[in-house]
């Protein structure tokens, strides 16, 4: 059972969900990509191809660390607003919850760049009444998420 799901309170519905933007596997991709293109090269290579076989082997672990890294972050990650307030839970064994009722909140600040906006991802920032919510980062669907929050 998902985490917003198991502190929801009685008569608490969820009105949107979201999670990381899955631009968030693009590093891991890239040094996959790069990887494999050292490999290639290595095949025409007779003086370093033992160092480039290498090199690529390097890279392409180093990729795979990445990529789980920002499954298991995306996996790990709920973001949720409910028609009470907002959840934002991350983690898997050491847990961080925030959680800001509706009521207190009073702006939501999106900043997208162009690839953002050409890709649907973006940041968020909160602000409630005397405090203000941790920065979410590389969201997707961040207009969406706005609206969510702004609406009544």
Request: with cysteine; glycine share 6%; proline share 1%.
């Amino acid at each position: 059972m998902s985490y917003v799901k198991h502190v929801l309170q009685k008569d608490e519905t969820v009105r949107y969900l979201t999670t990381y933007h899955w631009i968030i596997y693009l590093p891991g991709l890239v040094l996959f990509v790069v990887g494999c293109a050292v490999w290639l090269a290595s095949v025409n290579a007779a003086s370093l191809k033992d160092l480039l076989v290498l090199l690529a082997m390097l890279l392409v672990v180093v990729a795979g660390l990445l990529l789980f890294s920002a499954w298991f972050q995306r996996w790990t990650t709920e973001i949720a607003v409910t028609n009470k307030r907002i959840i934002y839970k991350r983690g898997f064994i050491r847990r961080k919850t925030i959680e800001m009722q509706m009521d207190k909140v009073t702006s939501v600040d999106v900043e997208q760049s162009i690839f953002g906006r050409i890709l649907g991802y973006g940041d968020i920032r909160i602000e409630g009444a005397g405090q203000s919510f941790e920065e979410l980062r590389t969201i997707a669907s961040p207009i969406e998420f706005r609206n969510h929050v702004t609406a009544e």
